[in-house]
């Protein structure tokens, strides 16, 4: 199996039991080894009382496509340390882009970016992650 495939199968799992993701209507674009890009429209009951997405979405979103990413290199891995940048307000109905990458792995730690776009290609967020990659391997 080659590395596209694996990332593949492994983001299938994850995906088969991540409940959340699935609520947030989270469509996989392109998975790969260290690469994950997923879509999700902004709907009414993800809007806080300014009327705007809640931070939590577009935070959730990345935090899927850093999950995804990060696992993909076949060794389970769990977030240590995120953080978000919020660059500018979503309405009801935009269309979310996350494009997660590595940034440097190590046998035990990777770092991984998370750029979220609007449907205009505009950012609208910033986040940044950490994994320990623990020794169990994917069986996929």
């Known amino acids: 199996m080659d590395k596209k495939e694996q ?3 492994i983001t299938d799992a994850m995906m088969d039991k991540d409940y959340f993701s699935q609520w947030l209507g989270i469509e996989r674009l392109e998975d ?3 690469i994950s890009v997923l879509q999700m429209t902004v709907r009414k009951e993800m809007l806080n ?3 705007i997405a809640h931070g939590g979405i577009t ?3 990345a935090d899927s496509a850093f999950a995804f990413a990060s696992n993909s290199h076949g060794r389970h891995a769990v977030s240590i340390e995120t953080t978000i940048s ?3 307000p979503l309405r009801e109905g935009d269309v979310l882009t996350a494009r997660a990458q590595l940034d440097k792995l190590s046998n035990r730690v990777g770092w991984y970016n998370v750029r979220i776009t609007n449907q205009n290609d505009e950012l609208v967020a910033l986040f940044k992650g950490t994994v320990y990659r623990k020794s169990a391997e994917w069986e996929v």
Request: glycine share 26%; charged share 15%.
């Open 7 to 9: 990332a593949t199968r």
């Open 32 to 34: 790969g080894e260290g």
């Open 49 to 51: 009382g300014f009327g």
């Open 59 to 61: 935070y959730s979103l």
């Open 86 to 88: 919020h660059t500018a």
